[in-house]
């Protein structure tokens, strides 16, 4: 049910972050002038400088667009999780500032590609910050598309990607044009409706003349012929370092019969500065310095006109050059006269070539690289049929056999078993390491005679704080403290009865280790989770919640136990094969989170009412190391017999 919940949470998240990312960064210049809108309604505007918005700009869009697609692969999952929820607990408040005093009509959340409204924009971003709190509380529980090894593949190629188009339309054009003014559009119908009193997106497309103070939109728009309108909303910030070929056209122009404009929002001073130092002859409009941000993202940029109707934009960087034999010929031979190749179909291709598909590759072959380690692995232990419990040389990690007293025996009984049990193996050395872990009551006692060289003590369980006022408990500092050298967490017990979380079980591993102590961590799945055949998920999230953040070094040190419930105390024994399957699922996971090596080594225990008769066989298996004891290790004798299995 968690899983579910966390899951359908990222996948929508990021879509939302892909969606909302992407049709920034193609537009770099438009998310500029939303951000710089935003600063003045902050009363911010004069303080921070073009160059530092247009930044931002990118790279707010770059780590949205990066996120989405982090939460889509279950990359980098803590981060991601984290940087998610940081990104709306800003976002939300902000939007709700908008809503409620309305200082910007659109949020500008997905550009100009879906357009919301303020109180629309809150209320999506309070959903998406209840997903993001979902995620955040259980990001383990991601499952990922890219193994760990290969996750940088995916972060790299997608921020690499992101900035790539972000700077090509910055230079050039967005790679999808979302505004009422995109290649195709007929201005003119629309700017009649408008005249009309129709609703439309003209309203406010006025281009009077700066010599005259006439009003030319209608002349213009309403042309048969060629209309070349040069789009500079600020003459003072425009970029004039292609006025040669800016002059050219205006020339080629005149020659034709086509009329050439620039249009600006700027004043006639800024204009007559623009003509004396450029020695631009062509006449000027002046027009809304909103409309002509949202005519072309380019300042400035050329707009071709025929019939009112929009046939081609240009950066100023990528302006139509004229040779010679095209400078001789009229537009309607030419290629650019014609109207521009916008085609949609042929951009989303290019998304697909250049991202989506290198990342599918990229997630079939990871994917398939896994499997057949799996495979291989597999493999090798089904031909090492010498790598049992008698070839030693072969086996690298510690075979174990470890008694869990539980809430049994009193000081006097406890320290009789202990006796014996000394006193057994000290006769006739066992061939595992063999370990006793007892109610907290008994530590000190037996430490003071275990021959702990041959039978190591343990606790059953330690608190989850390091000292203080916490009635009851008993700290990992303490539990060194009677010389004991092991403790018992994560046991089932004590999840079911004492409700410890992955959280709580992560912070008492760290405090264990801490002290020293070596930690038997347990793990294993109900008989609920079995029959739903959920049994790998179920072992997978205990081991991710608690254990698989340490590093490697002190992941080395921990001893798993894997108990199904279902078996624990019932008489019902997992078969050696059931038991054998789940472990060398658990190695592998190891071994996808700290390589091959540290899984060779880790010690995996089975518990579940393990017992002489059933050990040997259990215990044959490759990926079994033993087992941690509960009933049967109250007798000595019953627990030697279980220890020799291993003989
Ligand atoms: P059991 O218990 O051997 O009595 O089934 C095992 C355990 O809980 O550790």
Not at 99 to 119: E, H, K, Q, R, Y
Not at 191 to 219: I, N, R
Not at 574 to 597: D, F, L, N, P, V
Request: charge should be negative; proline fraction near 3%; aromatic fraction near 10%.
């Amino acid at each position: 049910m968690k899983s579910w919940l966390v899951n359908i949470s990222r996948l929508l998240l990021a879509v939302v972050f892909i969606l909302s990312g992407f049709v920034k960064a193609i537009d770099p210049l438009g998310t500029q002038y939303k951000l710089t809108d935003y600063l003045i309604a902050m009363q911010l505007g004069s303080y921070i400088p073009e160059w530092a918005t247009l930044g931002a700009a990118v790279l707010l869009a770059a780590l949205e667009f990066s996120l989405g697609l982090f939460l889509l692969f279950g990359v980098h999952k803590q981060l991601t999780s984290r940087l998610t929820l940081l990104m709306l607990g800003v976002m939300t408040p902000l939007t709700l500032w908008l809503a409620l005093t309305n200082p910007i009509s659109d949020c500008g959340c997905f550009g100009d590609a879906i357009v919301l409204t303020n109180w629309q924009t809150f209320l999506k971003n309070v959903v998406l910050l209840a997903m993001a709190v979902i995620v955040a509380c259980w990001p383990e529980k991601m499952f990922r598309f890219v193994s760990e090894s290969n996750q940088w593949l995916v972060t790299n190629y997608t921020g690499v990607f992101i900035l790539v188009v972000s700077a090509y339309c910055l230079y050039d054009l967005p790679l999808f044009d979302f505004r009422p003014y995109r290649v195709g559009t007929d201005l003119k119908t629309g700017w009649q409706k408008m005249m009309e009193g129709k609703d439309s997106p003209y309203a406010d497309l006025f281009l009077e003349s700066m010599d005259t103070g006439e009003d030319l939109t209608e002349q213009l728009l309403c042309d048969t012929g060629y209309v070349m309108l040069l789009v500079a909303p600020h003459l003072e910030q425009a970029d004039d370092s292609r006025f040669d070929l800016i002059n050219e056209l205006n020339e080629y122009a005149r020659e034709q019969g086509y009329a050439f404009y620039g249009v600006t929002a700027s004043s006639e001073q800024a204009v007559e500065r623009w003509r004396e130092a450029l020695g631009a002859e062509y006449p000027f409009c002046q027009a809304d310095d909103i409309v002509l941000k949202t005519m072309i993202r380019s300042n400035p940029g050329l707009v071709l006109l025929k019939n009112g109707v929009v046939l081609g934009k240009w950066s100023h960087n990528r302006l139509p050059s004229l040779d010679d034999e095209r400078a001789s010929q009229p537009l309607n031979e030419q290629e650019i006269g014609r109207r521009q190749d916008d085609s949609t179909a042929k951009k989303v291709a290019w998304i697909l070539g250049w991202f989506v598909l290198p990342l599918v590759i990229l997630t079939i072959a990871d994917r398939t690289w896994m499997w057949t380690k799996w495979l291989r692995r597999k493999k090798k232990q089904e031909k090492n049929v010498s790598f049992n419990i008698n070839n030693k040389e072969k086996i690298m990690r510690k075979k174990i056999v470890a008694g869990n007293w539980k809430m049994n025996m009193n000081l006097q009984d406890g320290i009789a078993l202990a006796k014996e049990l000394n006193e057994t193996l000290k006769a006739e050395k066992p061939n595992c390491g063999v370990v006793i872990c007892t109610p907290f009551i008994h530590l000190a006692s037996i430490a003071q005679f275990l021959d702990q060289s041959i039978i190591g003590l343990g606790a059953e369980n330690c608190a989850d704080k390091e000292k203080g006022a916490f009635t009851g408990e008993v700290s990992a500092e303490m539990v060194k403290s009677t010389g004991a050298q092991y403790v018992i967490l994560g046991h089932s017990e004590r999840r079911e009865y004492y409700k410890e979380t992955p959280e709580i079980l992560k912070e008492k591993v760290l405090l264990a280790q801490k002290n020293d102590l070596k930690v038997i961590f347990c793990i294993g799945e109900s008989l609920a989770e079995r029959e739903a055949g959920k049994q790998n998920e179920v072992v997978k999230a205990e081991l991710e919640g608690s254990v698989f953040n340490l590093s490697e070094e002190d992941f080395r040190k921990i001893v798993i136990a894997y108990e199904p419930i279902w078996a624990i105390g019932t008489g019902k024994t997992a078969t050696a094969e059931q038991a054998e399957e789940i472990h060398a699922y658990i190695r592998s996971i190891i071994a996808e989170k700290y390589g091959q090596a540290v899984a060779d080594d880790t010690t995996i225990l089975y518990g579940g009412s393990c017992k002489a008769s059933n050990a040997p066989e259990l215990f044959a298996k490759p990926d079994i190391d033993g087992g941690l004891i509960g009933g049967a290790s109250l007798k000595a004798a019953d627990f030697k017999g279980i220890i020799d299995a291993f003989k």
